[in-house]
């Protein structure tokens, strides 16, 4: 095998960015498509705004589930092509669930692909860390954090309109069908690993993988960044659509699915964070990123379309800003298994998904729309706390 490591511009290395960035779009196109359709979905199925987030939730639970066992299959498999199996399961699954007769059983099927979702973080910034140059590692996991932004925004403003106009479930099915091209062009991009060894870890191993990682007091506050932040930052997003339709502002969905757009300062503010981090330190970009995302969130407080509409683009860009910081960080200061670091960071990041993006509907119920921005705001605020106290400057 060869020892060099892919440097910046070389077509191995183009080819490996490319092919990360069209499987986060297959993951996160599949993983958000019905958030844009919970109206539709909650009218249509005749379930509770919480209740219809669950649709979402589902999935992310099962991706938190599913990111610690992927991480051993790529181990012992290749990081290539677990993801490509987990990928492709996960769009028979998507089928599945607009094809079951029920909301529960929907819901059941969601579960299983977000399982199989799972695959793909739980082993794309392994599969990154190990081919790039380490000088250029958070740069080219930033620009895998754009891919997946692309593809959060992709899937909602597609499957919203389309929904609009011809049901829920066509929206849902025209977002897997464009999963599929780029699950096809990972297959065709995606470079052979060079820097890949197999290996199957027993029972013990694995559990000591694990715990070992969780001996850290830094990787902790690194894993709850992921938690605090993400649930927080689903839970806007959840509930949204039903504020905009509500008095005074009354939009119709196709037109509240444009704030999805927002999404495209996720695109550009990921890779930046990780040039940034190089030249000042992660820790830094870290609390200014978080910074940004809670001046955000207070913003959609005021009453006006426009600012709510700017709030969201802040709090958007400093989310994904900090999240590939900490995304990165989790598997550079790994003390065990780097991919099982970067499976707990992610257990932890759709584990908040699940349990906030759900809450934030019993907060929009008991205090409306201000009660789910507290919510958030004190997330975050606890997130940049534990940053603040406990990480290493550098």
């Not at 511009?9 to 297959?26: E, M």
């Not at 740069?139 to 309109?161: M, Q």
């Not at 927002?262 to 990780?274: E, I, Q, V």
Request: aromatic share 12%; glycine share 12%.
């Amino acid at each position: 095998m060869s020892s060099e490591r892919l440097q910046p511009g070389s077509p191995p290395y183009r080819r490996l960015l490319a092919a990360l960035f069209f499987i986060g779009v297959a993951t996160f196109a599949q993983l958000y498509s019905p958030q844009g359709l919970l109206p539709l979905i909650a009218v249509d199925l005749g379930v509770t705004p919480d209740e219809s987030a669950l649709m979402i939730s589902a999935a992310t639970l099962g991706l938190a589930l599913g990111v610690i066992p992927w991480s051993y299959i790529g181990d012992a498999a290749g990081r290539k092509q677990a993801m490509l199996a987990a990928i492709s399961l996960a769009c028979v699954f998507a089928v599945l669930t607009v094809a079951m007769p029920t909301f529960w059983l929907a819901l059941t099927m969601r579960l299983f692909e977000g399982f199989m979702l799972g695959g793909v973080p739980a082993l794309a910034v392994a599969y990154l860390n190990e081919e790039v140059s380490a000088k250029v590692a958070a740069v080219a996991a930033g620009t895998y954090i754009a891919g997946t932004t692309i593809g959060g925004l992709s899937g909602r403003i597609i499957a919203a309109p389309i929904g609009e106009q011809l049901g829920w479930k066509t929206g849902m099915l025209v977002v897997t069908g464009i999963a599929v091209l780029c699950v096809l062009a990972f297959l065709k991009l995606a470079p052979r690993a060079q820097h890949f060894t197999p290996g199957r870890s027993r029972f013990g191993e694995a559990v000591g993988q694990l715990l070992g990682n969780l001996r850290s007091a830094a990787l902790w506050v690194i894993y709850l960044q992921g938690f605090l932040t993400m649930g927080g930052f689903v839970a806007m997003y959840n509930y949204l659509a039903f504020y905009l339709a509500e008095p005074p502002f009354g939009l119709p969905l196709w037109l509240t699915s444009l704030i999805f757009l927002a999404y495209l300062a996720g695109t550009f503010s990921s890779p930046r964070a990780g040039a940034l981090a190089t030249r000042y330190g992660r820790k830094t970009v870290l609390i200014g990123g978080n910074l940004v995302m809670i001046s955000g969130v207070v913003l959609t407080l005021v009453p006006n379309l426009w600012v709510i509409v700017t709030g969201v683009v802040v709090l958007t860009a400093g989310f994904f800003a900090a999240h590939a910081i900490a995304s990165g960080w989790a598997g550079a200061s790994a003390v065990a298994g780097r991919s099982q670091s970067a499976s707990l960071y992610n257990l932890g990041y759709y584990g908040g998904s699940s349990v906030f993006g759900y809450l934030g509907g019993t907060f929009l119920y008991w205090a409306g729309w201000p009660g789910t921005v507290g919510m958030v705001a004190a997330l975050a605020v606890a997130a940049t706390l534990l940053v603040v106290m406990v990480l290493p400057r550098n």
